[in-house]
């Protein structure tokens, strides 16, 4: 289902605008290369097509899955698995994109909106005490399963380096709604126990816990790779 979901959206392009094209250049083939060292939510091998519609509007759609994980617990309760999967509408500033690049289609500044779901699990690991208790830490490894989605506002700059090749970096804020559940969870904030650590810490083991569910703001910064045909 995960697999048909990702083919839906990477090739959603396509399906919308399947028409004759004029010029063979109007396509973009893209990697994201920050996905795969993405230690902020997990990382993916991500992959992602650009179709020019007009000369300063593009839609993309782009898709991930992920192979590998940066986290490994001694104790394993959910093994790391994700998927993400995003639409981009595109406007180039056309004060900005003129003469841009070696050959000049979909280059130069860039404002977009990007309607985003990402899907994950792993097992995470929290430091606490208890109010029984409140000399000796406990260890306690828990499963965590992760949907979230939202929308973000991206600035961003693209440009050529050869005929063919392009770079594109982009970076923009939004806001998502994270839905977390736990499983095998001994910590229980309610009946008095705290974690433990510092304040950047204590932040961090929160994410992982289903009262950081709801709406959050974020922030996105990528990098990306591109081929024209």
Not at 168 to 180: E, M
């Amino acid at each position: 289902m995960r697999f048909k979901i990702i083919i839906f959206f990477l090739f959603i392009s396509s399906l919308s605008f399947a028409q004759k094209i004029q010029n063979r250049s109007t396509w973009i083939l893209k990697g994201n290369v920050t996905s795969l060292i993405d230690i902020v939510t997990f990382p993916t091998v991500q992959l992602s097509f650009e179709k020019k519609l007009s000369r300063y509007i593009s839609i993309g759609s782009e898709a991930g899955y992920q192979l590998y994980s940066f986290k490994h617990p001694d104790t394993t309760f959910l093994s790391p698995e994700g998927f993400k999967v995003a639409l981009e509408f595109r406007y180039y500033i056309p004060r900005f994109s003129k003469g841009i690049g070696i050959n000049p289609i979909l280059e130069g500044i860039y404002l977009g909106l990007r309607p985003f779901y990402r899907q994950n699990q792993y097992t995470a690991y929290i430091p606490f005490q208890t109010k029984f208790d409140p000399v000796n830490i406990n260890e306690d490894n828990f499963g965590v399963k992760n949907k979230t989605y939202g929308i973000f506002c991206i600035l961003g700059f693209q440009r050529s380096i050869s005929d063919r090749l392009l770079f594109d970096f982009y970076s923009g804020l939004g806001i998502v709604k994270r839905t977390i559940e736990n499983t095998d969870l001994q910590y229980n904030k309610d009946s008095g126990d705290h974690s433990r650590g510092t304040d950047l810490m204590k932040f961090i083991d929160k994410l992982n816990l289903n009262e950081s569910s709801g709406f959050w703001g974020d922030l996105t910064v990528g990098f990306r790779i591109g081929y024209k045909f």
